[in-house]
């Protein structure tokens, strides 16, 4: 391992402007604020590309000791960091697409009145998100993790005027803590059994450890335990329900936070426990199950959304999946794979999506939509692009990475791979679905008028919005950066040069089986890349059809199936499951028991009682305080007396 | 010469004067008199104790004793004063509210 | 020196120096209507005596044959009283107040000119000054009448005010010649210069001192507890006959009083040129010039009164609180710097 | 001499402090309270405490007791009221003065022979007092000069009239206008 005493600069640069945007900010000018927010990320950024640049597969991780943290007999856990192949590419995802997501924010957020509080807070996350990444032990990987919560939290709330906001902000985070509580444990099962949470150190003891083939071990437990912090923070069943909701937030963080980095945390956390995973099967074979079936479940959830975001959302919840089901296949590098192109077009389709909102003044419903072709056609192109990418089509991003996933599962276990195909063609469906009742057809919006729509975004603008317009080339920059990204960005994967690249990280047993596996059928290989290809064709087309030429199909259909469909439409009434069969029986227990039982019959009880008692002697006693002072001054002549007396006593005995 | 004990029992009978003159009286500036006689019975101790121990600290306390007095003393007749502005009395057997 | 002779020496000494005290306060009533009958152009007493000398006797026997009032509303204790406890108080003050320096009475031994000397003597000069505002206050109170209390209230606040201001410009007199003890302080003023040529901390503090000094005497411009034109003649309205003389006699005597301590603090006291080296003039000229320098006071008493108007009492206040007050301190913590920074140059011995 | 002085200044002393209790009007126990504190100053001169003789004349006599009696004067405080405000004050004040009083006298009277002092037996020289005060009490005395500018502003504050109570005392005012005399007026 090599010492780069620039590492821990890259984290502490955001946190700076952070922290200068937040003391100063609200005396500040917007101008000042905007170079503020931008300089520091930027330059981390730049940073990042520096350290890139001298970095290649063969290097040697760096690593730097910042400070001393906890010392406590031979537990130890510091503020250190490290670099090596996985945490790079992560390191550039965040950012770069973070930068880029400033930029479009300043944009985004011109008109806002909290301007500076939400440059503040996008930089405190980056800190967060950097030193998840960076972090060399688990334990400040879970400073990072909670505090990217936070951030997450802050901004999800960040219009906590609106109650909806409000509440999605808190829900994230109790939902959260469940995945928290999970990743807690398996830390201390950890500090328990290796006495140590630096990653190189619990690794190397849990390589001498025998592969847990049957039974739940102490491996599998811990792989468990992390999966639940993992699902948690990345929104696979069944703790998704808060992702969907933390739409409420502005769509720079749906795009930075909920789709391109934050969510992605969990993958890059199951990923760096890859040996810890492949020591444990079991856990292994829970990640894939829970990855895929997310990864269906929430895209047939997509298909009857109206909100854009919330189709987006499920949307990125289902990519997730993908993302899981990768590592549950033991390919983890295919999951970072997923991971960067989906940062790039998922990244993309939220910020165009936010273009397209703030284009139509507010307005996140479809159905109110369309036609918008012609109003915004950079947003338009680029979404276009974006939706080709998601969907699966070569050559663009989205099907380099998804079909290297659908490979691997499909040597894992052919049920990962069925189930992944639909999911595929579901995905091409819902995603040109979003497109055609965005951009084609007539405009459905309100007639021009000056009082629609703002109130809802928060944002507001000077101008009224009389039709639809493109946003300002503030916002389309970014737009056009990514969707080149989209475009391009799935050649780094081109002969498995990405995988060659992570396999310093992942080159343990499991992958290089899967390594034979790939290069003995090539042509399964090759008619399995075919029939992803026409699953995603066939998709693009269902949605021509349905949502473009015939544009009254979908209600009949809808009409048809009747209970399905609006059990779609509720989202399965997960929500409603999860309080009717967690919240209600939580509530209620509490209520009866610790409200009405413990609260008011003991302590309740205790306290009135003591104070009902209390009240009994003074009103014997208050008669002493009758107000006048000579029986006052007759009380203390007394007491003088007495200690007098007790004095002479004592001196005499 | 004289014994010690004749100035303790002339302290303690001015204190207890004092007590006495607190108890029984019924307008606040003679009970405030009394006070001011009390802290006159400990000052005389206070010197008396000097002298016998030849210890100059006594006679340093009556000092402080006196000057926290004054203090006392203005700060008191100041609130007998504004109390006798709203309530028009002097008598505490009147003034048991304890406020202004 | 035995018990008997000292007896005998401080018996001799004391009424010696009441009766000069009091011809002196008699006299000073003649000084006064014969200087302020000059200023307003007038002659004065001529009648009685050769340019109206003997007036004060005469004054005297009239006020102890005149009728003795004593209304019927009064508080009759107090009211007799105040008179008697501002004469008696005003007249003790004198015995510590030293004239001249040591005599030698020959077969008998030497002495002080001096009723007693004692190492507090400023102390107890304020402290008995102090004393003098309850036959005032006591006056306008048990006359039970509005003008007598109005009068007495303005005294005993006007001189709790004053005395403040008055006792802080004596302690860099004190600081200066590192003693209470009257003799101590002129006797430093021997060695080194008067404490009012000790420009500027003990000028300012004679003249916060003689402002203060009027105050406490209640003489114009401060005599707001008389002001004749508001409260027809304040504190002793009800006051007649030989208990008015009495209140007469305490302000001339309290006068002649400041006039000492003026002398002594700041003048040099008894100190002054001895031009010859006969044994009875170097014993008398002391004395001689300690009587000029309080006639001379004695004097700046009356040019005042009838020179200045008198002070509204408002102003009276602020003066005293925001203006003499400040100064003296300032004057003192001056004082006390110097005395601190230059140690041995001003200290006696 | 020692004990012929100290029972003349002792019997003034009690004989000013029955007085206090005795007397009705407040002026009357006030000027006792002179007497008393005078004669104090007098034991204490006996004591060779001759600085805090004066101090006791000058600060006690000379200006605490002025302002009660300016207090008095200003007030108008007639003779005392019998008014029965507090039987406790009589019922168990008094006599737990009297038990403390004679547990006290007991024990200084077992006690007697423990110590004696003689005329000006501790001298308290300006100079010695001043040596404590400024080198072995200094802090204190910072402290106490400052505890007195704090009474100073809380008497100015306090005796000051606020607004509302000058208002009400204007409408009191119209209506009956007491007259300022001294004495009482109850004596005409």
């Not at chain 3, 009091?22 to 007493?45: C, D, F, H, M």
């Not at chain 3, 009012?196 to 009027?214: D, K």
């Not at chain 4, 006996?46 to 006791?56: C, K, N, R, V």
């Amino acid at each position: 391992m090599t010492q780069n005493p620039y590492l821990w600069l890259i984290p502490v640069l955001p946190l700076a402007g952070a922290t200068i945007n937040g003391i100063l900010g609200r005396r500040s000018s917007r101008t000042a604020i905007t170079t503020i927010a931008l300089v520091f990320p930027g330059i981390a950024f730049l940073l990042a590309l520096w350290i890139a640049s001298g970095f290649s597969s063969a290097s040697a991780p760096y690593y730097f000791d910042m400070a001393h943290w906890i010392r406590a007999g031979n537990f130890q856990a510091d503020f250190s960091f490290y670099l090596d192949q996985l945490s790079l590419v992560m390191l550039l995802v965040v950012t770069g697409v973070g930068f880029l997501i400033h930029i479009y924010s300043v944009g985004y957020m011109a008109e806002d009145d909290g301007y500076y509080r939400f440059m503040s807070y996008l930089n405190l996350f980056m800190f967060f998100m950097l030193t998840l990444i960076l972090a060399k032990n688990y334990l400040l990987m879970f400073i990072g993790w909670e505090g990217v919560g936070l951030a997450s939290y802050l901004l999800i709330g960040f219009w906590f005027i609106k109650d909806s906001a409000a509440s999605a902000g808190k829900k994230a985070f109790i939902t959260n803590r469940i995945g928290d509580f999970g990743f807690m444990i398996a830390l201390f099962l950890m500090i328990k059994h290796f006495g140590t949470l630096d990653f190189t150190k619990v690794f190397a003891q849990v390589a001498t450890q025998p592969t847990e083939l049957a039974g739940v071990g102490l491996l599998t437990s811990i792989g468990l335990m992390l999966m639940v912090g993992a699902a948690g923070k990345s929104a696979q069943i069944p703790l998704y329900v808060w992702l969907p909701d933390a739409m409420e937030g502005p769509t720079p963080v749906s795009a930075l936070i909920h789709a391109a980095t934050m969510v992605t945390a969990g993958v890059y956390m199951v990923a760096r426990s890859h040996v810890i995973f492949e020591h444990a099967p079991g856990a292994l074979t829970v990640v894939a199950v829970i990855g895929t079936l997310t990864a269906f479940f929430a895209a047939t959830i997509g298909i009857a959304q109206t909100d854009i975001k919330k189709v987006l959302a499920y949307s990125t919840v289902s990519q997730l999946g993908y993302m899981f089901m990768a590592c549950g296949a033991a390919a983890f590098s295919a999951g970072i794979f997923h991971l960067m192109t989906h940062a790039f077009f998922k990244g993309l389709l939220f910020l165009a999506a936010g273009s397209v909102i703030h284009g139509v003044g507010g307005e996140q419903d479809m159905r109110k939509m369309g036609g918008l072709r012609k109003y915004m056609p950079v947003t338009f192109w680029t979404m276009a692009i974006a939706t080709v990418a998601i969907a699966g089509i070569p050559p663009f991003a989205g099907f380099w990475s998804k079909d290297e996933i659908l490979w691997k599962a499909f040597n894992a276990n052919w049920i990962y791979w069925l189930i992944g195909i639909v999911t595929a063609f579901i995905t091409s469906f819902y995603m040109f679905r979003l497109l055609y009742m965005t951009f084609f057809g007539e405009y459905r919006g309100a007639a021009p008028s000056d009082s629609h729509g703002h109130g809802d975004h928060g944002d507001s603008h000077g101008h009224g919005h009389g039709e639809p317009h493109e946003s300002p080339w503030v916002m389309l920059g970014p737009l056009v950066v990514l969707a080149t990204l989209s475009v391009v960005g799935g050649f780094v994967g081109y002969q498995n040069r990405f995988e060659h690249f992570l396999d310093p990280v992942f080159n343990a047993g499991v992958s290089e089986t899967a390594h034979e596996v790939a290069e003995g059928s090539a042509s399964t290989e090759h008619l399995l890349m075919g029939i992803s290809i026409a699953v995603a064709f066939l998709g693009w087309g269902l949605a021509y059809w349905l949502y473009y030429k015939r544009r009254d199909l979908p209600e009949k259909i809808a009409a048809s199936l009747g209970g399905l469909y609006d059990a779609v439409v509720h989202k399965y009434y997960i929500d409603e499951l999860y309080a009717s069969l967690l919240i209600k029986p939580l509530v209620d227990g509490s209520t009866a028991i610790l409200w009405k039982g413990v609260d008011q019959g003991v302590i309740d009880a205790t306290v009135n009682g003591a104070a009902a008692e209390a009240r009994h002697v003074s009103d014997v006693t208050r008669h002493m305080q009758s107000g006048n002072l000579r029986s006052y001054a007759g009380w203390v002549a007394a007491g003088g007396a007495a200690v007098i007396a007790y004095m002479v006593w004592m001196g005499v005995r | 010469m004289i014994p010690l004990y004749y100035y303790l029992i002339l302290s303690g009978i001015l204190f207890v004067c004092g007590v006495l003159g607190f108890l029984i009286k019924r307008n606040i500036i003679t009970i405030f008199m009394s006070i001011e006689l009390m802290l006159n019975g400990v000052n005389l101790s206070f010197v008396a104790f000097a002298a016998h121990w030849h210890a100059l600290s006594g006679q340093i306390f009556v000092f402080f004793v006196m000057v926290v007095a004054a203090a006392e003393a203005a700060v008191g007749l100041a609130i007998i004063i504004a109390v006798y502005r709203t309530r028009e009395t002097l008598n505490v057997d009147q003034v048991n509210l304890l406020k202004l | 020196m035995n018990i008997l002779t000292f007896a005998i020496i401080s018996i001799v000494k004391s009424v010696a120096v009441v009766f000069v005290l009091l011809t002196a306060v008699a006299y000073s009533v003649w000084l006064e209507r014969k200087v302020s009958a000059r200023i307003q152009n007038r002659w004065g007493p001529t009648k009685v005596g050769p340019f109206g000398l003997l007036q004060p006797l005469a004054d005297g026997i009239k006020f102890i044959f005149k009728e003795d009032l004593t209304q019927p509303y009064v508080y009759k204790t107090l009211y007799i009283a105040s008179p008697i406890i501002a004469v008696v108080f005003a007249i003790t003050a004198i015995s510590v107040i030293p004239f001249g320096g040591e005599i030698s009475l020959g077969p008998l031994g030497k002495t002080y000119l001096q009723i007693t000397d004692l190492n507090i003597g400023l102390l107890v000069v304020l402290g008995i000054t102090s004393m003098g505002v309850y036959g005032i206050a006591l006056a306008g109170w048990s006359s039970n009448s509005k003008y007598s209390l109005l009068g007495g209230l303005r005294a005993s606040a006007q001189m709790i005010s004053y005395e403040v201001s008055l006792g802080l410009s004596l302690i860099p007199v004190m600081i200066l010649a590192g003693s209470f003890s009257l003799r101590h302080i002129v006797e430093a003023q021997a060695h080194k210069h008067w404490n009012l040529f000790f420009f500027p901390l003990g000028t300012i503090a004679f003249f916060v001192y003689l402002i203060s000094a009027y105050a406490e005497t209640n003489r114009t411009p401060f005599d707001l507890p008389e002001a004749e034109s508001e409260l027809v003649a304040g504190y002793h309205t009800e006051y007649s006959a030989m208990k008015f003389a009495m209140f007469f006699m305490a302000e001339y005597a309290n006068m002649v009083t400041v006039a000492c301590l003026s002398t002594l603090l700041f003048f040099g006291g008894w100190n002054g040129p001895v031009f010859s080296d006969n044994a009875i003039i170097i014993a008398i000229m002391p004395v001689v010039w300690f009587c000029l320098k309080v006639f001379f006071f004695m004097f700046l008493y009356v040019w005042v009164r009838w020179t200045l108007p008198r002070f509204r009492y408002d102003q009276l206040m602020a003066f005293g609180w925001k203006f003499l007050l400040p100064v003296a301190i300032a004057n003192l913590v001056l004082t006390a710097l110097f005395v601190a920074l230059k140690p041995g140059v001003w200290l006696a011995n | 001499m020692h004990l012929i002085l100290f029972l003349f200044f002792g019997g003034i002393c009690v004989a000013g402090a029955v007085n206090l209790l005795l007397q009705r009007h407040p002026i009357n126990s006030a000027l006792s309270l002179v007497v008393v504190m005078a004669s104090l100053a007098g034991e204490y001169l006996l004591l060779g405490a001759e600085f805090l003789s004066a101090i006791q004349v000058i600060v006690y006599a000379g200006a605490i007791m002025v302002l009660f009696i300016f207090t008095i004067m200003l007030l108008n405080a007639g003779e005392e009221e019998r008014s029965g405000g507090s039987h406790i004050a009589l019922l168990v004040g008094v006599p737990g003065v009297v038990i403390g009083s004679v547990l006290v006298a007991w024990v200084l009277l077992r006690h007697s022979d423990t110590g004696s002092v003689s005329m000006f037996a501790l001298p308290g020289y300006p100079h010695d007092i001043a040596q404590l005060l400024f080198h072995d009490f200094l802090l204190p005395f910072e402290v106490t000069s400052i505890l007195i500018l704090i009474a100073i502003m809380g008497a100015v504050v306090l005796a000051s009239k606020p607004e509302s109570i000058a208002e009400r005392h204007e409408e009191s005012e119209k209506k009956e206008v007491p007259e300022l005399v001294g004495a009482g007026r109850d004596r005409r």
